[in-house]
């Protein structure tokens, strides 16, 4: 696939997430800085269905890599490349280092940890 500009996207319809989604923010907030806007968006809150729509052909996306990682490996969706996207986003995790964590609190953390090592070795 030819490498994408952000101004390519100016004639684009966008599946999006809910208006108080940090991806659809980031978004809008990158295109309305190259002076997009768009008024034949489309709006769902559930990701499955974003999903199905961008499958059918009635626009494009943002959402993150593990929510189309299935879609992705088999085909069903494409990733497009965007050099100057805007899709850095932090997670973060929060607790109070002196307090009692229970053993389920515990492996969360441990877990979440594990899982967020993979996702940055695998981009």
């Known amino acids: 696939l ?7 996207l100016k004639d684009v319809s966008f599946i999006h997430t809910e208006s108080d989604c940090s991806y659809r923010l980031l978004l809008e907030q990158h295109l309305n800085s190259h002076a997009i806007y ?3 968006d489309l709006e769902f809150w559930s990701i499955e269905t974003i999903k199905h729509c961008v499958m059918s052909g009635l626009g494009i996306s943002l ?7 299935d879609e992705l490996s088999s085909g069903r ?5 965007w050099d100057d996207s805007p899709c850095q986003v932090a997670t973060q995790m929060l607790y109070h280092p002196g307090k ?3 053993p389920a609190l515990g492996e969360f953390i441990r877990l979440s940890r594990e899982h967020a090592a993979r996702w940055r070795q695998n981009g």
Do not use: E, G, N
């Open 2 to 8: 030819p490498q994408v500009d952000t101004l390519d």
């Open 38 to 40: 768009s008024s034949s």
């Open 63 to 69: 959402l993150p890599a593990i929510a189309v990682k």
């Open 77 to 81: 969706l494409i990733r497009l490349p």
């Open 100 to 102: 009692w964590l229970s």
